[in-house]
């Protein structure tokens, strides 16, 4: 069965820096596109960080240089830090896994169950 629980969001003002964390389970991870994703309201989900099993990375244009995605095979985690937030990133944020490329990651992935991320002062 596969499983991913995220956790780490919560309230941040402007400016201030949170860290997501996925723990996976139930599919071979280290074989693997991980992915994190954002939707806000009214809009539709988006890729915010990627991240192969080779370690390619892919970052939203408006996320790049304050958001890192990155991985711990040993412990079948994935983590996002966000650094520098905006209110734009307030959003609902899901890890995804399980798929073997950016390309198909949000059709045959599986989804962590959200987490609320508010910047707000």
């Known amino acids: 069965q596969v499983q991913l629980v995220e956790s780490g969001g919560g309230l941040v003002q402007p400016g201030g820096s949170l860290r997501l964390s996925c723990a996976v389970s139930?599919?071979?991870?280290?074989?693997?596109?991980l992915g994190w994703y954002r939707q806000a309201p009214g809009n539709q989900r988006e890729l915010v960080a990627g991240?192969?099993?080779?370690?390619?990375?892919y970052y939203l244009t408006a996320v790049k240089g304050r958001f890192t995605i990155s991985r711990d095979n040993a412990e079948n985690r994935m983590y996002l830090q966000m650094n520098s937030l905006k209110p734009e990133d307030t959003a609902v944020y899901y890890c995804?896994?399980?798929?073997?490329?950016?390309?198909?990651?949000?059709?045959?992935?599986?989804w962590g169950q959200g987490t609320q991320v508010t910047v707000s002062s």
């Open positions: 995804n896994a399980g798929a073997s490329t950016f390309a198909t990651m949000g059709r045959l992935g599986s």
């Open positions: 139930g599919i071979a991870f280290s074989d693997s596109a």
């Open positions: 991240m192969t099993a080779r370690g390619n990375t």
